[in-house]
């Protein structure tokens, strides 16, 4: 075994090397982008503001710009957890196969193995082992990147589930499952690299997405900026960008709201609420309480249409087992086209 693993790195050894010096140089960067947010050690007696947006403690004010600055540099940590892992599966992945086959060296190869399976196997494990090795620290590197982003309430983003954890180690392990089968199928390398590089992006931007959109209609739920879920604290009028909703009854399909026409006056509703417009409008109590009332028409809470982040496990569940599978799928297919295909 250590005869093969030392024979894989002999042939691969630019991708090798120059996976391991990816990982390691964005590795340093994410820790040390992490552990300066950690550091400030941010107590949750910070929250919640007040109403003027100030914080809770007057020291929490220079806490937070402090971190504030210092996460700013984390987009492009947080754009490149999606990222790494998927690319190095890549560029371990293609040349397993279609490297030798591309420098011919596959019929002598296959002549002297007993079985193909056996010398794909040889090929295979180390290049494996490597990238589980790297894609587990990337995943706990996310997770404690995610964690210090928590402290600022800059929570991950739905998108942003296969940036952490098992999810980004299935990720990084369906890219080298493909990338080793279409390696297997095209026979050389950079084409292989470039096709799977279009499978992997498919992958993420339309086949996620797509799942993500059927599990998204179960989960997501009506809430208000003020954090006050659906009519807890809320105007009787909300607006959102589609028009307006009489939050005092319980809308369809979860909405905020029963719709209002977009034809209809909200005037009868305002003095439904309120009661009727004063005849004198002067700053007595009773105009003052009207003048309240018909405000919260017009106010600012906005609704949004969202996934709370506490189902977020249930997306990366699926995540992960869609990736492994699908991974495991390509490479088992890649035994099977190595066994059948000719040596060169």
């Known amino acids: 075994m250590i005869r093969a693993a030392w024979l894989t790195y002999r042939m691969h050894r630019f991708e090798v090397l120059f996976s391991v010096v990816l990982l390691a140089v ?7 982008i992490s552990s300066q947010m950690l550091d400030l050690d941010i107590p949750g007696t910070c929250w919640p503001r007040d109403v003027n947006g100030d914080w809770a403690q007057p020291g929490c004010n220079d806490l937070m710009k402090e971190f504030w600055a210092i996460s700013n540099g984390a987009g492009f940590p947080r754009t490149g957890l999606a990222l790494l892992a998927p690319i190095v599966g890549l560029i371990l992945g293609v040349p397993v196969v279609a490297q030798e086959i591309e420098m011919r060296t596959t019929e002598l190869a296959w002549s002297l193995a007993l079985r193909r399976s056996r010398w794909l196997l040889a090929r295979l494990l180390p290049m494996l082992a490597l990238a589980i090795v790297g894609f587990v620290v990337l995943g706990w590197l996310g997770d404690r990147l995610f964690n210090a982003l928590d402290v600022g309430r800059q929570s991950p983003g739905l998108t942003e589930v296969a940036s952490r954890g098992p999810t980004l180690v299935a990720r990084g392990l369906l890219a080298l499952g493909i990338g080793l089968l279409t390696g297997a199928i095209v026979g050389r390398t950079l084409p292989a690299l470039v096709l799977a590089a279009i499978v992997v992006l498919i992958w993420s931007l339309i086949a996620v997405p797509t799942v993500q959109g059927q599990m998204y209609d179960g989960r997501a739920v009506w809430v208000s900026d003020t954090d006050s879920g659906w009519r807890e604290g809320a105007p009787p009028i909300a607006y959102l960008g ?38 004198v409008y002067d700053e007595s109590p009773e105009v003052m309480a ?4 018909n405000q919260q028409f017009w106010g600012d809470i906005q609704w949004s249409h969202v996934v709370p982040a506490s189902t977020y496990g249930d997306f990366k569940l699926v995540d992960m087992v869609l990736s492994l599978t699908v991974g495991g799928i390509a490479i088992l297919l890649t035994f099977v086209v190595v066994a059948r295909r000719r040596p060169s």
């Open 290 to 293: 009207y003048e309240d009332c």
């Open 242 to 279: 589609g028009g307006y909703f009489h939050t005092s009854q319980p809308g369809i399909g979860g909405e905020p709201g029963v719709r209002v026409p977009e034809d209809e006056s909200l005037e009868p509703l305002i003095e439904a609420a309120c009661g009727p417009y004063p005849e």
């Open 26 to 32: 964005f590795a340093v960067w994410v820790w040390f």
